[in-house]
């Protein structure tokens, strides 16, 4: 009852302050529960403390900013990409939204690709195929994945965030591509400073003149993490033609040259942008 009411609420200053407060209890010891969000969306999540968890418990979606962003820029009966899908957090809402068009979910983590075949079953979506395995530029590589058992957004091909890791086989996005009929019109990748890796194994694809838009994010120390040059990811992009436009709330800013610092939201693309 709480946290619907909570859900009611508009965003404000320390309401997720206040939620963890009034909740504290629910969100320490919640497991393996079930949600009701916005958009007669619903999800199994693993517990409520993680971001994804939390955010689905106290305002009914995720990022939605980024899923806004994502419908606008996929076309009807273009394929989706959603590599590093977790739970379906993105995933679903987009597949909801998007009837028509196929997404294709990249999950490494046994566990959580387990909640996402849930999360896609228990929404009736006949839109969406899973690939359990670990996007990089080699295919059929055998690798560790680490997914922290709380933290259960941050999978990573490295031990930042738990020691815990189960062996996994790896795909490149060009071989996926190739499994895929029609064309495919956008890709959101979050794979924990390891996208360089993915757009390594796709310049099949992504050298094409129009190849799909890609929204990701930079992060310096988890390119860093990842045995990169922070700005890897970005420079690859630039080498394969894109365009990169650092995402500010509905705004697009051309950045030239590559970020190496800090953090920021990036949509890559080939298509001349046009701002709302």
Same mark, same amino acid.
């Given at each position: 009852?709480? &946290?619907?009411?909570?859900? +009611?609420?508009? &965003?404000?200053?320390?309401?997720?302050?206040?939620?963890?407060?009034?909740?504290?209890?629910?969100?320490?010891?919640?497991?393996? *529960?079930?949600?009701?969000?916005?958009?007669?969306?619903?999800?199994?999540?693993?517990?409520?403390?993680?971001?994804?968890?939390?955010? %689905?418990? =106290?305002?009914?979606? !995720?990022?939605?900013? /980024? =899923?806004?962003?994502?419908?606008?820029?996929? #076309?009807?009966?273009?394929?989706?990409?959603?590599?590093?899908?977790?739970?379906?957090?993105?995933?679903?809402?987009?597949? #909801? &939204?998007?009837?028509? /068009?196929? *997404? =294709?979910?990249?999950?490494?983590?046994?566990? %959580?690709?387990?909640?996402?075949?849930?999360?896609?079953?228990?929404?009736?979506?006949?839109?969406?195929?899973?690939?359990?395995?670990?996007?990089?530029? @080699?295919?059929?590589?055998?690798?560790?994945?680490?997914?922290?058992?709380?933290?259960?957004?941050?999978?990573?091909?490295?031990?930042?965030?738990?020691?815990?890791?189960?062996?996994?086989?790896?795909?490149?996005?060009?071989?996926?591509?190739?499994?895929?009929?029609? @064309?495919?019109? %956008? *890709?959101?990748?979050?794979?924990?400073?390891?996208?360089?890796?993915?757009?390594?194994?796709?310049?099949?694809?992504?050298?094409?003149?129009?190849?799909?838009? =890609? !929204?990701? @994010?930079?992060?310096?120390?988890?390119?860093? +993490?990842?045995?990169?040059?922070?700005? /890897?990811?970005?420079? *690859?992009?630039? /080498?394969?033609?894109?365009?990169?436009?650092?995402?500010?709330?509905?705004?697009?800013? #051309?950045?030239?040259?590559?970020?190496?610092?800090?953090?920021? %939201?990036?949509? +890559?693309?080939?298509?001349?942008?046009?701002?709302?």
């Amino acid at each position: 009852m709480i &946290a619907k009411l909570l859900r +009611a609420l508009p &965003a404000f200053k320390g309401k997720n302050r206040l939620s963890r407060i009034l909740l504290g209890r629910y969100i320490k010891y919640a497991q393996d *529960i079930e949600v009701r969000a916005k958009n007669g969306c619903v999800f199994r999540l693993p517990n409520v403390k993680e971001n994804v968890g939390f955010d %689905m418990l =106290i305002n009914g979606e !995720y990022e939605p900013e /980024s =899923i806004a962003l994502l419908l606008s820029r996929v #076309k009807p009966g273009q394929s989706f990409l959603d590599i590093g899908a977790n739970i379906g957090s993105i995933a679903i809402p987009i597949a #909801k &939204a998007r009837s028509e /068009s196929k *997404i =294709i979910c990249v999950e490494a983590s046994s566990r %959580m690709a387990a909640y996402l075949r849930q999360n896609i079953a228990i929404n009736g979506l006949t839109n969406v195929d899973v690939i359990e395995k670990a996007m990089f530029n @080699e295919s059929g590589k055998t690798v560790n994945f680490f997914n922290p058992e709380e933290k259960y957004g941050k999978g990573s091909l490295n031990s930042v965030f738990t020691n815990q890791s189960e062996p996994v086989l790896t795909i490149t996005l060009d071989e996926l591509k190739s499994r895929i009929d029609g @064309e495919v019109g %956008m *890709i959101k990748i979050d794979i924990e400073g390891y996208e360089y890796f993915a757009f390594d194994g796709g310049q099949r694809l992504l050298s094409q003149p129009h190849a799909p838009d =890609i !929204y990701f @994010e930079f992060n310096d120390w988890c390119e860093e +993490a990842a045995g990169l040059v922070p700005g /890897s990811s970005q420079k *690859i992009l630039r /080498s394969l033609g894109y365009s990169l436009y650092g995402v500010s709330g509905s705004r697009f800013i #051309k950045i030239n040259p590559c970020l190496t610092t800090g953090s920021k %939201m990036f949509l +890559a693309t080939k298509s001349n942008l046009v701002q709302p």
